[in-house]
């Protein structure tokens, strides 16, 4: 699988959210490396899963259309 790749403006986005949220909910303060370490981790673990999920939505997509698409083709046919 390719490497997931995030947007350096979204990513230092969510390093300041994982920074917020450590010290608001959970009394920890977080350096900005730690927060980046952190937020790699979780990009490595729950990264697969998530893109994995995303395609498997898409291929029921797929599905779904071409089988409307052959609805729509089979009805007109000429009896």
């Known amino acids: 699988m390719k490497e997931l790749k995030i947007d350096k403006s979204d990513y230092a986005k969510i390093v300041e959210l994982i920074i917020n949220h450590m010290e608001s909910k959970h009394d920890v303060i977080l350096g900005q490396f730690d927060a ?38 089979d ?3 000429i009896l």
């Open 36 to 73: 980046e370490f952190l937020l790699d981790d979780i990009l490595n673990v729950i990264g697969p899963l998530i893109y994995n999920q995303g395609i498997d939505d898409v291929i029921k997509s797929v599905r779904n259309i071409g089988e409307r698409l052959e609805e729509e083709i």
């Open 75 to 77: 009805a007109r046919k």
